[in-house]
């Protein structure tokens, strides 16, 4: 099929391949899975399940849409930095009351 000729009308075209690099690594994608996975295990609750379901997603996605595996992983990695920075003051402040309260 010559590619200058204007397209048969009705005729089904060949879903456009991703550009290599595009999306996420397929290593990427299970690194915050795994860290979804720590933060769930610490006490990171509901901004632990959320990065799990997203990291998932990523990587069942990475092959046919990389853009948005790129954009599910991007916001996997927010919540779990939220997440653990939650968990992080929590912890300082029952240390701090604790001390107050003693």
């Known amino acids: 099929m010559n ?3 204007p397209p048969v009308p009705g005729a089904a075209f060949p879903p456009p391949q991703p550009l290599p690099g595009e999306g996420p690594s397929q290593n990427r994608c299970v690194v915050w ?8 295990i610490c006490g990171c609750g509901i ?4 990065p799990i379901a997203l990291s ?4 069942v ?3 046919t849409d990389p853009k948005l595996a790129l954009t599910l992983n991007r916001f996997a ?4 930095i939220a997440g ?15 001390a107050m309260a003693s």
């Open 3 to 5: 590619p200058y000729q």
């Open 33 to 40: 899975l795994v860290l979804s996975v720590v933060s769930f």
């Open 47 to 50: 901004l632990a399940i959320i």
């Open 56 to 59: 998932i997603a990523a990587l």
């Open 61 to 63: 996605k990475r092959a």
């Open 77 to 80: 990695r927010g919540c779990v």
């Open 84 to 98: 653990y920075a939650v968990l992080i003051l929590s912890v300082v402040l029952n240390v701090v009351m604790a």
